[in-house]
Nanobody
Framework: QVQLVESGGGLVQPGGSLRLSCTAS????????MNWYRQAPGMGRELVAA????????NYADSVKGRFTISRDNAKNTLYLQMDNLKPEDTAVYYC???????????WGQGTQVTVSS
């Protein structure tokens, strides 16, 4: 079955960096665009970054543009989110998502907590 497993979250000071990973299984990873979302306490889920199947095109939320980098390694079935110059407002649970035109074929990981605090 389809599985998405995030890792790499943790506690970091403002200005620090983290790299999140999302390991995919149960489907042909290279056939799908992929997304990173986040959800802060009391807020809805926010699309942070998106990447095309071959990694050739990326998009970012304005709030993270210039600080976060989405990438993928199709040989390793892994999606990444490099987060630099982290701010307290980046504190959230981060999720990877396999989007699909049919919502019944969308899949989410379990999430990984990122806390930015001094």
């Amino acid at each position: 079955q389809v599985q998405l497993v995030e890792s790499g979250g943790g506690l970091v000071q403002p200005g620090g960096s983290l790299r999140l990973s999302c390991t995919a299984s149960g489907f042909s990873f290279s056939d799908f665009h992929m997304n990173w979302y986040r959800q802060a306490p009391g807020m809805g889920r926010e699309l942070v970054a998106a990447i095309t199947r071959d990694g050739g095109s990326t998009n970012y939320a304005d709030s993270v543009k210039g600080r976060f980098t989405i990438s993928r390694d199709n040989a390793k079935n892994t999606l990444y989110l490099q987060m630099d110059n982290l701010k307290p407002e980046d504190t959230a649970v981060y999720y990877c998502k396999r989007p699909h035109m049919d919502p019944r074929l969308e899949y989410w990981g379990q999430g990984t907590q990122v806390t930015v605090s001094s």
